[in-house]
Every structure is written in C-alpha cells, then in structure tokens.
C-alpha cells in the first residue's frame, strides 16, 4: 500500500481548501479581457485632455502607449502573446474593422466615385508594389547594404505589404477640418479596397517568391486569378448580403436575434470567402453594402441602433488592439536593422506614392465630374499612412523567406514613420494649403427639395438628349430596386422612413421640444394618469408664443446626419428619432386626456403640422412608386 | 446663331453636332420642336416633374432675351440655349465663368418654380402641383396638406434668410432673395453643381427612341 501513494506525489490536501486558485484554466480569455481593458482604458484616458488628440492622432497615441508597455514587459522578460499570429488577425481581428468601414460607408458618395476609388486602390497598389519592388531589388545590388540575398519575388512581396495604406490617422483629421467629400471619399474607398488588394498580392507573391523559375504563363495565371479573387469577393458579398437581407424579412416575431443575423451572415461571408481563397475584405465589404439598405427596413429601431453600436464597438476595440501591439511587439521582437535597405524602403515608399497619385489623376482627372487639383492630390498623396494591414502581414511571413526579420523591422519602421511624421503633421499642413472645404452647415429642407428637383431634372434632361451617364444608370438600378428587390427582400414596402415620415417626425420633436420649454415638463410628469390638470393652463399669448416659436425656429432646428460619418462616432440620426420615440409615447399618454387638445382654437395654424390630426396620431401607410424611393434612398444612404 | 457663340465658347463642334441630331431626331419630320414631341419621350414619362421640365424648354425666360411667356414651338437655337445651362464646367473655366454659370442653374431653378413669371415665388407657386407635390406625389396617400405643410416650411425658411438690406415679405420670394439663398445654401460650391450638368458626349444614335 505505500507504494501506491507513492506514484502520486504531490501534496493531497488532507481538509476542504477554503481558497484555491487555478490561473492555467482561466489564462487565455483573462489575459485577452486585459488587454482590451487596457487598451479601452488608454482610449478612455486620451480623451481626457481635447487637445490632445487633435494635435495627434490616436493612432500614434495608442502606438506610443504600447512601446511603452512593451518596455515594461520586456523589462520583465515576459513575452507578449501570440496575438499575431496569422490566424488571429486574419479571423478575428481583420473583419470587425472591415466590417465597420464597410457598414458605414457613406454608399451614395461612393457609388458616385466608385470608378475613382477602384482605380486609386487597384491600379494605385499595383504601382506601388511595383514600382517600390523593382527600385528595392534595383538598389540590392549594391554592395555596400550586404542584401544582395533578397531575390526580385521576395522584394516584391515586400513592397506588397507596405503598399496597403491605412488612413486612420489622415480620415479623423479630414473629418475635423471638413475637408471636401470627395477628398474624403477616396482616401477612404482606397484604403478599403487596396487592403483587399494587397492581402491578395500577398498571397500571390508568398506563393511566387516559394517558386524557383517564374515562367510567363504564370504571369497570366497571375491576372486571372487576380480578377478571380477580386469579383469572386464581391460576387460572395452580395450574396451574403441579400440572403441576410431576405432572412430579416421575417424575423418580426423574434427581434433580439437580428443583430446576431447580420453579424453571423457578415462573418459568414468572410469566412466562406476565406475558404475559397478569394478577397474576403472584398466579401465583407460587399455585404455591408448591400445588406444595410434592406436590412435597416426590416429591422426594428433598435435592432438597428444596436446593429450600429456593436458594429463600432467591435471595429474600434480591434483597431485599438492592433495599434496597441504594435508598439508591444516593436519593443519585444528582435529586428534586423539595416540602415541602407530601410532608408531607401523609406524613401521609395514616398516617392512611388507621390508619383502615382500624380499620373493616375493626371489619367482618371478627365473623367472626374469634379477634377482633383493639385492641392486635394496633395492630401491624397500624404495620407497614404501605413498601419495594421502591413504590419499583420509582415509578422504572417513564411518563415522560409530569408531575410524575414528584416522585412519586418523595415514594415515597422515604415509604419512608425509615416503614422507619427505623417500623422501629426498633415492636420498643420492641409489647414496651410486650404483645401477646399466642404459646407456642412445645417441641411435643410431646401436641399433636401432642390436636390430631388435637381436630379429628377437631370435625369430628364438625358432622357431629352439621349444621354446614358451615372444618372441613367442610377434610375435603372432603382427601376429595378423597386419592382424586384424591394418586393423580395422588404417585409412591407411600407415606408418606416420616408421623406415626407421623417419631415414629420421631426417637426413632432421639435413640437414636442417647444411644448416641454413652455408648458413644464410634460413628459416628465411622473405618473400621468393622475394628472387630469396640466400644471399650467394654456393661455392664448402662451398659444401665440408657441406658433411663432414654432414658425421661426423649427426649421433651424432640424439636425440632419452629415454626408459621412467620422471614423469613431456613430451617425447621429438616431438622436431625433429616439427623441421622437420617447417623447412621443409620453405626450401620447399625457394627451389622452384631451386638456391639450381641446384648448387650440382652430384657427391656430401649427404651421406644418397636418391640419385635422392630433399630435399622436399615426402616420398612413405609404406606398411609393419610382421618384419616392428616389427620396428614400438618399435619405437612407445618408445616413 | 448669336446665341450659338455663347455655347460654343467651351462646347466642342462635336457635340453641337450630337446635339443638332437629337434635335432633329425629336422633331422627327418637321422643323421645330413642339411639347408633343417632348411628351412622347418614353423614359420621361416616369419623371415625377416631367411637365416642369418640358416646360422649361419652351419658357422665354430661359433664352436670357428678357422676354416672358413662352414659345409654341422651338429652334435648334432654343434648343440649345436651354442645354447650355447644363455644361459641364473644365477646369480652364475661371471663378467669375463658375460664379456666373451658378447664377445661371439658379436662375433656372427658380423659374422652373415662378409659373406665372411675374419674378416672386409665391406661397402658392412653391406648393403648386408640379414641384413639391409633384415630387412628394409618388407617396399616394401623403395628402395635400402634408405637402403644402413641406411647402410652406420651405418658403419660410428661404424667407427667414438674412440677408441685410433687402426687403422681405414673407409670402414671396424675389429672384435676389432666392439667388442669396440658393447660391450658397443648395449650390454649395462642389456637391450641387457637381450634379446640374450633362456631358454632350458622342451618342449612340440606334439607341435613342422618341416613341415613334
């Protein structure tokens, strides 16, 4: 018997433990919840101090807050973790990001410049690859730098990687300044898409630097499965994106999955597009897209606000997370410095994007409704930051790619560079040169009149002369969007949101808003049954004083979301509309009781409220034919 | 052909042309171009405000000669006067060419909205059927107050524009006061006017129909 108790030799405790600790078990999403705190509690702590953050960007806050945690760590000899391995970015980090540029994508301002981006983010990317590829293999050959080891396929996959800009930095600051929309537009199409296109360059070329020969064939072989991998992308996407939109057509009864609906769905086609091999950035993209305008039909106000806010939420936590290790891991890593290949990395990394913007506007500037000038292709050509993309694929090297270590110190000395340089100088810079600016002033309805006026006269005047453009185009499509689409993917045609709806809805709110300042808190009246006396009864000069406040001030009042929204807020259209709702339910409750209603004498106009209705009556349901959904979409897709 | 020098400043040869096919292409037999024409224009017909555009060719305020009324019948030069509102502008055109071409969308605009061309925008202009109905018609059951309700909070608020030392009534828009507000309110330097014009490019003339 005491050999028995031999074979097992550790301490059996001999009464109950009171107090046990197992960290091994925990370990892995203890560590991960710590590190999202961190890095949310750095976020938190920048805000802090406003000024801060307009000199620098968060970006290169963030970096600077993880060099220094990984000071700390590699003081203490502890390694970082693997967080960066190529399926942990690539799976879980990558698409919430892409997710939350796709889903708030301004999509009329894009749709508008699609040639241009598409032709900035594909073209542009392969020039730069290119272009920095050749020049590094070029300066190899010089002895002195002692890398002559690095073969032109490896070179090339090198320049790949630091081609994919990241513009974080440079969107927040063109948000703040207002700088002009289609600016905006591009620089962010372009980093969308040109992700897409370097992941797919990656690959491409990790698979050519592995070959010894490189024959022409597989040049050709090279284009097509380019184009395979990029329509694939987008044809998977807008298949997700319809499927997902059909399926939320009937999720009325069972509203508190349907953001799990789309996120699923989102996912689902990157991870299916990452089977196949094909653009899964593409993919997701695509899906956004396609999937938010049907979707924001179907789904309940607050599937929808949810739907946004965890959208923004997962995209910001990965973006902060990814900065965040790249300051860790540039302390951490060994690298391989080595002055004359990265300076000239550097170098040519400025110069090949300097000159590619300079040709391909010089190409695609005829075509522009609105011509880049020298000044917007300045902005254009200094926010090519670099950032997370680059940096993930540089850590995912195969590892039979010699001079890897190189590679990655030179990707982190380039993003290093051009986010703190680029980052922190480009606001002082682009306020210098006065690019042209955007009028975002308060949106009226003027506008919102005119600009169906202006585009339903467009639209008849290439009618008169024949003319086939973006409008013919888009009045196809919505052609096709109304009677197919719609009838398939929307529960009811009915509209939730229609111009002439959110007109209403927003002069009830500012109704309401003026009730409360001149009436007492109405809505705040705790239990409302009991109050069959208002607290103050309506005078007629009270009465007066409403109408004229309501006829001078309403239609100032009125917010409207801006064209595009800033990389780190949420759109905030939601603000009236929930407004609306609460107030909306509570005026109802309160005007039950008639004490309202019944002292208006008729004779007082509310000015823009539908005569014969009371404030809480329902809207009639809406059927719309062509023009309206005309309306509808572009107030849908500004928002 | 006077006006014609006007257009041709920054308009090719070539697509006068174009332009002078569609024309004739319109007119089918005859000489001038008359609403019948215009109406019959199958892809129209969907346009909510296809009567104020139609219109539009035929207005006398549109030919810049101060005359008012409108015509029964136009020319070629018509024709193209009204087409030239549309150009696009190069990027040779200087800042005064663009501020004047504005005024000109402007102008356009506004007449599009005074019917009776006595130069006010009347209350009952901007709710007129056509405009605001007409865009707002494709909501069947809208309702006429409710678009007369978007009406009038369009007029006040083109009405409650500062502007120093103008004399304002609150039920008519004159052309400056519209041209002070429009100018930079809805042809906000790039986004608006990125949009009123058409590019006269070189047609493909199988594919144009007029309901023939």
New interface residues.
């Given amino acids: 018997k005491d050999n028995t108790i031999l074979a097992y030799p550790e301490d059996v405790p001999s009464n109950l433990p009171v107090f046990t600790m197992d960290y091994p078990r925990i370990q892995i999403p203890f560590e991960i919840t710590l590190w999202m705190l961190l890095a949310s509690f750095a976020k938190i702590g920048f805000h802090v101090y406003h000024k801060i953050t307009i000199w620098v960007p968060e970006s290169c806050l963030l970096i600077s807050i993880g060099l220094i945690v990984g000071a700390i760590m590699h003081s203490v000899l502890e390694e970082p973790p693997a967080v960066l391995s190529s399926n942990v970015f690539f799976l879980y980090m990558l698409p919430p990001i892409v997710l939350d540029s796709g889903y708030f994508m301004p999509t009329r301002l894009f749709f508008e410049n699609v040639g241009t981006v598409m032709w900035f983010a594909v073209v542009g990317t392969l020039w730069n690859s290119i272009g920095i590829g050749v020049s590094l293999f070029a300066i190899c050959h010089i002895e002195a730098f002692g890398v002559q080891d690095i073969n032109l396929q490896e070179n090339l996959l090198f320049a790949a990687i630091i081609s994919a800009v990241d513009p974080v930095a440079v969107l927040s600051v063109f948000e703040d300044i207002s700088v ?3 600016l905006y537009i591009v620089v962010f199409g372009e980093c969308l898409f040109s992700d897409a296109v370097t992941v797919v360059l990656y690959s491409m070329f990790t698979f050519v630097a592995e070959m010894e020969v490189v024959e022409p064939e597989d040049v050709f072989l090279g284009v097509a499965r380019f184009l395979v991998v990029g329509l694939g992308g987008m044809g998977f996407g807008v298949l997700f994106g319809f499927v997902a939109a059909f399926t939320t057509r009937f999720t009325s009864k069972v509203r508190e999955i349907e953001p799990l609906l789309i996120f699923m769905f989102s996912y689902l086609a990157y991870l299916v597009a990452e089977l196949f091999a094909i653009s899964s950035i593409m993919a997701i993209v695509c899906c956004a897209l396609t999937m938010k305008y049907y979707v924001e039909e179907n789904v309940s106000q607050r599937s929808s606000t949810t739907i946004r806010h965890v959208v923004k939420m997962l995209g910001s936590i990965s973006e902060t997370l990814i900065f965040f290790f790249l300051g860790v891991v540039t302390i951490t890593t060994e690298h391989e410095w080595n002055w004359g290949y990265i300076l000239f990395t550097l170098l040519f990394t400025f110069l090949w994007r300097g000159l590619g913007v300079l040709v391909l506007t010089l190409i695609i ?1 005829p075509f522009r ?3 880049f000038n020298m000044k917007d292709q300045f902005g254009l050509a200094y926010g090519g930051l670099r950032g997370a993309i680059s940096f993930a694929l540089a850590f995912t090297l195969p590892d039979s790619i010699g001079r890897k270590q190189l590679f990655i110190t030179a990707t982190i000395a380039v993003i290093l560079f051009t986010v703190f340089l680029q980052g922190i100088s480009i606001r002082p810079l682009i306020e210098l040169i006065n690019v ?1 600016r ?2 975002r ?1 308060v949106e ?4 919102e ?21 973006h409008f013919y185009w888009k009045d196809k499509f919505m ?1 096709f969007n109304n009677r197919i689409l719609r009838r398939i993917l929307i529960r009811d045609s009915r ?1 939730e949101s ?3 709806a959110l ?2 809805k927003l ?1 009830l709110q500012n109704a309401m808003e003026i009730l409360d300042t001149v009436s007492g808190d109405i809505s705040a009246a705790p239990s409302l049954k009991e109050s069959t006396n208002p607290k103050k009864t309506f005078m007629a000069e009270d009465l007066k004083n409403m109408h004229d406040l309501l ?2 001030n ?2 100032k009042i009125r917010q409207r979301t801006v ?1 595009f929204t800033s990389k780190h807020a949420l759109p905030n259209d939601d603000q009236p509309r929930e407004i609306l709702i609460r107030r909306h339910a509570n005026i109802r409750r309160s005007l039950r009781h008639g004490s309202f209603q019944s002292t208006i004498p008729r004779s007082q106009k509310y ?6 209705q009371n404030l809480g009556s329902k809207y ?10 005309l ?1 509808k979409l572009n107030l849908q897709t500004q928002f | 052909m006077l006006m014609i020098n006007v257009f041709v400043s920054s308009v090719s040869t070539e697509q006068i042309k174009n332009l002078h096919m569609r024309f004739q292409q319109l007119c089918g037999n005859e000489k001038t171009l008359r609403k019948e024409h215009l109406e019959n224009i199958p892809t129209l017909a969907d346009n909510p405000i296809k009567t104020e555009i139609i219109k539009a060719f035929f207005d006398k305020r549109n030919q810049h000669n101060n005359e008012l009324g409108s015509y029964e019948e136009i020319g070629f030069e018509e024709f193209l006067m009204v087409m030239s509102h549309f150009r696009p502008p190069s990027i040779k055109t200087s800042a005064e060419e663009k501020a004047a071409m504005r005024k000109r969308k402007v102008r356009f605009l506004f007449n599009m909205h005074d019917t009776d061309g006595d130069g006010k925008i009347t209350l009952e202009e901007y709710r007129k059927v056509g405009i605001v109905e007409g865009l707002l018609s494709e909501s069947e059951s809208i309702g006429q107050e409710v678009a007369r309700a978007i009406a009038d909070a369009a007029m006040l608020e083109v009405a409650s524009t500062n502007v120093p030392n103008m004399v304002r009534e609150v039920t008519k828009i004159t052309l400056a006061l519209f041209l002070h507000f429009a100018c930079p309110q809805i042809l906000k330097d790039l986004e608006m006017e990125s949009r009123m014009y058409v590019r006269f490019l070189d047609m493909n003339t199988a594919n144009l129909r007029c309901g023939k």
């Fill in positions: 002009n929309e289609q500037n409704t609105i011509p042209r955007t009028n002033d009226t309805i003027n506008v009149i005119h600009s169906r006026l202006m585009e339903h006269t467009m639209a008849g005047i290439e009618d008169l002369c024949g003319q086939w453009s052609k509209a229609s111009i002439v007109y209403k002069e006829s001078k309403m239609y064209a000015f823009s409220l539908p005569t014969g009639p349901s809406v059927r719309r034919r062509y023009a309206g959904k309306l």
